[in-house]
């Protein structure tokens, strides 16, 4: 059957099992507009900015496990998309981002609208394409799914020209790729499994740190079944939060420069280290010489290249974190609990979490309310800052896929398009994007596609009127001088909210708290925006100094003793 | 591991398609690699190009650098012969001046070297050298005080011995 290049994309991605798409048209993208006009199986959310349509495919990824899609037309719709194709690739997001280019005669002539997006592209994707021949469409297609779902996940763009897209070519379905160039490790080396379960049996105080990896891989009951045979304690990242219950009484919830001084204690201390789809960050780590500088690590993740690249590894294992787990599980015995797990358990009583009660309204208490109104339940999606820090503390996680944020990039704006995102993929959730008052107005456009398509999502603004975190570091390290951070001047975001045909619910005071997210709650047919007017000067601790070590660790001055 | 920086050379075998150069030297740009040299050119497999990557590092840099290339996706092998027996060539050829005093001493350093004068001119000689980089800087080296005019060099390409293959 002859069909044109723009419909046999869309079939492709039908093929693919693609329902969602988030995009913006453009003059070279029509012919794809006007394929996708005729079909019925895809829902194209129309977005207001390319930026947000990649992180709301990023938002949708995350949430559902598939693959996210997102359109853009070509030269500034797709430029839009780089700080999103930047934040899947930084935080292994799959994703296929499909962008228009001008005719292939047009090809570098400056022509309008034109640039070089595979070029532009290349280092914050897992592959990209520039497609020549409308018959090489399909098999770009599948392809693309097969790199951005595969071995360490990551965007894939591909740039499609309008004569392309306007070709004909006979089409088939494509069903299996194999590529000679790309094979990724599923199984892991089981000498080294063997190696890794003997240091396991042997360790006195062994600690499992866990990223992001493992929700990828989906092997958060992998993860459960070996620390409950073992009564080995998990700290997770950022992005690892929910791979284990942060309910349970072997999380220590996240590690790192805003972790919990337990979680830091525990690697600080520990003899073996369990490192699990984690990359060992700079957040993470602090001061490489000094992380866990007492502990035999083994480290299992997809991704050879992240072995050894920054931090010497003992026992390296490379293969998806589920397969190499269900071995590792084969060989691991039980263990009892001992006088480590009592050390730590006393750390978590010694060092907890905490904030003023002084009446004030404190974003963790407002945090602790939103985890607490939806039975821990709701998705948490957050934007970049402070806020995101709180959330990371206070919000805690009972499954995989729950909390949604930007970790390796650290994008502000990041948080309402993938709330979109995960709204879509999660329609019977509550969704929440803990949100800051800085970056909240960095993509607040997108508050109309979420209007039109009645997604109930709230915004949970935590409005300090500053850029709070870098007002936090310029406190702590730059002798109090607030350069470019008071962000007073701001729209009046009940008003906002309203413009943009929302609900808007201002919030002062700590004994409101309750009753504006029960109303938040109770719109189940727009966005929420509920702005929390929160004590302004308010840090996030601990904190242990970006390159510092746990012995520097930070915590507040007034609250000593309490 | 040794932190000793040492000169490594590395081949990578890649799909042959247009964009493979730009990956392979954005990627080394990038992560802060140095390449001392770098030649490309196709093989016996149409589909296939060749690049042999001179670089210099630790042990630790060497290890990441062949992991990010083995992470291209186009990518499809890539061989580190620095610990194993492989013969290397760079092929480059110099204009010197050369006149009617000093032609016949310039032909006896050629010589010696068994390179070839491929071009002459009432000025200059155009020498052809072919052997390891240390080679070709010794004959640069010795033929630097007539006036070198141009120099070009190909970068080294390397093979290992022995009936193996890649």
């Excluded at chain 1, 001084?261 to 201390?269: G, Q």
Aim: hydrophobic content about 40%; charged content about 20%; some cysteine.
């Amino acid at each position: 059957m002859k069909i044109n290049g723009a419909q046999a994309l869309i079939k492709s991605l039908c093929h693919q099992g693609v329902e969602n798409i988030f995009g913006i048209p453009g003059g070279v993208m029509i012919p794809i507009y006007d394929a996708l006009y005729d079909c019925k199986d895809l829902k194209h959310m129309l977005m207001r900015h390319e930026q947000g349509g990649a992180h709301a495919a990023d938002g949708y990824a995350r949430a559902s496990g598939k693959v996210g899609v997102c359109f853009a037309t070509s030269g500034p719709g797709a430029t839009n998309l780089v700080t999103g194709i930047a934040n899947a690739y930084m935080d292994s997001v799959p994703m296929v981002a499909i962008t228009g280019q001008v005719k292939t005669t047009a090809l570098g002539k400056d022509s309008f609208q034109e640039a070089d997006i595979t070029g532009i592209t290349m280092p914050i994707t897992k592959h990209n394409y520039l497609i020549k021949r409308a018959d090489e469409i399909p098999q770009v297609i599948a392809e693309a799914f097969h790199i951005a779902s595969t071995g360490r996940p990551g965007p894939v763009l591909i740039d499609i020209p309008m004569d392309v897209s306007l070709g004909t070519l006979d089409y088939k379905p494509v069903d299996s790729v194999d590529l000679r160039s790309y094979k990724p490790t599923v199984a892991g080396h089981p000498l080294q499994i063997a190696k890794a379960a003997k240091a396991i049996a042997a360790a006195e105080r062994p600690v499992l740190y866990v990223g992001g990896g493992v929700i990828s891989a989906n092997a958060s009951a992998e993860i459960l079944e070996l620390s409950e045979r073992t009564h080995i304690l998990v700290a997770t990242t950022l992005l690892g939060k929910g791979a284990i219950s942060e309910m349970h009484p072997h999380s220590l919830g996240m590690l790192g420069m805003h972790g919990t001084a337990y979680a830091n204690h525990a690697v600080a201390n520990c003899d073996l280290l369990i490192a699990v789809g984690a990359r060992f960050d700079d957040r993470v780590t602090g001061k490489l010489e000094a992380f866990a500088k007492k502990a035999k690590i083994i480290h299992i993740d997809v991704d050879p290249a992240e072995i050894g690249k920054t931090v010497r590894v003992d026992i390296p294992i490379v293969g998806d974190c589920k397969s190499v787990l269900s071995e590792l599980l084969k060989h691991v015995q039980p263990r009892q609990e001992t006088e480590w797990n009592r050390q730590v358990m006393e750390w978590r009583n010694k060092f907890p979490l905490h904030y003023p009660d002084d009446g004030g309204l404190y974003p963790q208490y407002i945090i602790e309310q939103i985890s607490e109104i939806t039975n821990g339940d709701a998705i948490c999606v957050t934007e970049v800052g402070q806020h995101q820090m709180w959330a990371a503390q206070f919000f805690k996680c009972k499954y995989a896929r729950q909390f949604i944020s930007s970790g390796g990039l650290g994008t502000m704006g990041f948080g309402m398009p993938a709330a979109i995102g995960a709204q879509i993929a999660q329609p019977d959730r509550a969704v929440f994007d803990i949100a800051g008052d800085g970056s909240i107005q960095m993509n607040i456009q997108e508050l109309i596609p979420a209007m039109v398509h009645k997604l109930p999502i709230k915004i949970a603004i935590m409005n300090n009127q500053y850029l709070g975190m870098v007002r936090q570091w310029q406190e702590l390290f730059w002798n109090g001088r607030y350069s470019g951070v008071d962000i007073t001047a701001q729209p009046d975001f009940v008003k906002l909210a309203e413009a943009y045909h929302c609900v808007g619910i201002r919030v002062d005071r700590a004994e409101d708290v309750r009753d504006a997210l029960d109303k938040a709650m109770n719109v189940t047919d727009r966005p929420t925006i509920l702005d929390f007017r929160i004590a302004r000067e308010e840090n996030v601790y601990p904190m242990i100094p970006a390159g510092q070590s746990v012995e520097e660790m930070m915590v507040p001055g007034r609250r000593e003793g309490k | 591991m040794s932190k000793q920086t040492m000169q490594h050379t590395i081949t990578a075998l890649v799909e042959n398609r247009p964009g493979v150069l730009a990956r392979v030297s954005g990627l080394f740009a990038r992560r802060g690699f140095n390449i001392e040299s770098l030649a490309v050119s196709i093989t016996d497999d149409p589909s296939v190009s060749r690049m042999t990557i001179v670089v210099t590092g630790d042990d630790k840099v060497l290890e990441q650098i062949t992991k990010q290339l083995n992470k291209l996706i186009e990518v499809i092998k890539v061989i580190d012969y620095t610990d194993m027996i492989f013969v290397e060539r760079e092929l480059a050829m110099i204009k010197l001046n050369a006149d009617n005093k000093n032609r016949s001493e310039i032909m006896q350093v050629v010589d010696v070297f068994r390179a070839k004068i491929i071009d002459i001119s009432d000025k200059t000689f155009t020498v052809e050298v072919t052997g390891s980089g240390a080679k070709v800087d010794a004959l640069e080296n010795l033929l630097s005080p007539y006036g070198i005019q141009e120099m070009v060099r190909t970068g080294k390409i390397a093979m290992g011995r022995g009936a193996r293959t890649p």
